[in-house]
């Protein structure tokens, strides 16, 4: 396999890693990882192997997908620290940073 063919691989395990981490599938992510693994070790051994310059694409796309798996990371931990929070609300609606419900629907005011 040439280093075309493996950049080509690369790009669109990049576009399933986005959706995966959109959809909080954490599974997938992993799965993923692997993949990507085996597929810069492969591009490590093609001859001759690309410029720096015709990676740059690439750094900037993982990095883009390490915002947004961080990005998700935090996200999961704040319901689960506000899951945890004594007192806290585990019912449909608006929560403040506390867990209380806010009350916001027309007319009515929302204090935290």
């Given at each position: ?16 890693e ?9 599974t997938?992510?992993e799965t ?9 070790t492969s ?17 900037r796309?993982l990095?883009?997908?390490?915002v ?13 620290q506000?899951?945890?929070a004594p ?7 608006t929560?403040g940073p506390?867990?209380q419900?806010?009350r ?5 005011s929302?204090?935290v």
């Amino acid at each position: 396999m040439g280093a075309e063919s493996i950049l080509l691989e690369l790009d669109a395990l990049l576009d399933e890693e986005a959706a995966a981490i959109a959809r909080a599938d954490g599974t997938a992510v992993e799965t993923i990882a692997h993949r990507k693994l085996a597929a810069v070790t492969s591009l490590g051994e093609v001859r001759p192997r690309p410029a720096p310059s015709e990676l740059a694409w690439l750094r900037r796309r993982l990095c883009e997908n390490a915002v947004r798996l961080a990005h998700a990371r935090h996200c999961l931990l704040d319901v689960v620290q506000t899951l945890r929070a004594p007192g806290a609300v585990v019912s449909s609606g608006t929560y403040g940073p506390r867990g209380q419900t806010l009350r916001g629907r027309a007319g009515m005011s929302i204090t935290v």
